[in-house]
T-cell receptor
């Protein structure tokens, strides 16, 4: 079953703009991860943030975690057409990993 | 080698057929996973193997039968499937069964006629 809810469900932006995706969850977690999936392909791990961390960066990615609000956000800066994909958050609670519904990001050249 | 491979890439089968999906990793990972993903939906966990033992079976119908012959291989045996079982089947592995990063294969797209 699904744990996280993501919004927006779909996001369309121009190349060069920033993209922000949000994830909310219901139970306590050990960590939260973000994955990317190109159409019909496997998922690629982007970043993992632990429950005692508030912010993490990796290249053009910035992830925040607010455990009091049970929410996380993924920011992609200076987006490129190649960033077009679906983005999923996944929460881990004692080895029970659940994926959110995902955000479909389209970056127009 | 940081790759998880899956074969076949595509599979079409009838409801009376028996087929198998295969997954392989050579990263020394001790946990392996099967997920099912329908179009425009997130992956749903089916099975988890940890140290070659079945750790989680998410109430999957018996027409799906997992097998872990060794620490590098994971199979999913399919028998008497239904059209609604058509989906992308993803295999993943992780260092241990500890909620850390999972590495996914490209998936097998299954169509049941």
């Amino acid at each position: 079953s699904q744990q996280g809810e993501e919004d927006p469900q779909a996001l369309s932006i121009q190349e060069g703009e920033n993209a922000t995706m949000n994830c909310s969850y219901k139970t306590s977690i050990n960590n939260l991860q973000w994955y990317r999936q190109n159409s019909g392909r496997g998922l690629v791990h982007l970043i993992l943030i632990r429950s005692n961390e508030r912010e993490k960066h990796s290249g053009r990615l910035r992830v925040t975690l607010d455990t009091s609000k049970k929410s996380s956000s993924l920011l992609i800066t200076a987006s490129r057409a190649a960033d077009t994909a679906s983005y999923f958050c996944a929460t881990d609670n004692n080895n029970d990993m659940r994926f959110g519904a995902g955000t479909r990001l389209t970056v127009k050249p | 080698d940081t790759e998880v491979t899956q074969t076949p890439k595509h599979l079409v089968m009838g409801m009376t057929n028996k087929k198998s999906l295969k997954c392989e990793q050579h990263m020394g990972h001790r946990a392996m996973y099967w997920y099912k993903q329908k179009a425009k939906k997130p992956p749903e966990l089916m099975f988890v193997y940890s140290y070659e033992k079945l750790s989680i079976n998410e109430s999957v119908p018996s027409r799906f039968s997992p097998e872990c012959p060794n620490s590098s291989l994971l199979n999913l045996h399919l028998h008497a499937l239904q059209p609604e079982d058509s989906a992308l089947y993803l295999c993943a592995s992780s260092q241990d069964f500890d909620g850390e990063t999972q590495y996914f294969g490209p998936g097998t797209r299954l169509l049941v006629l």
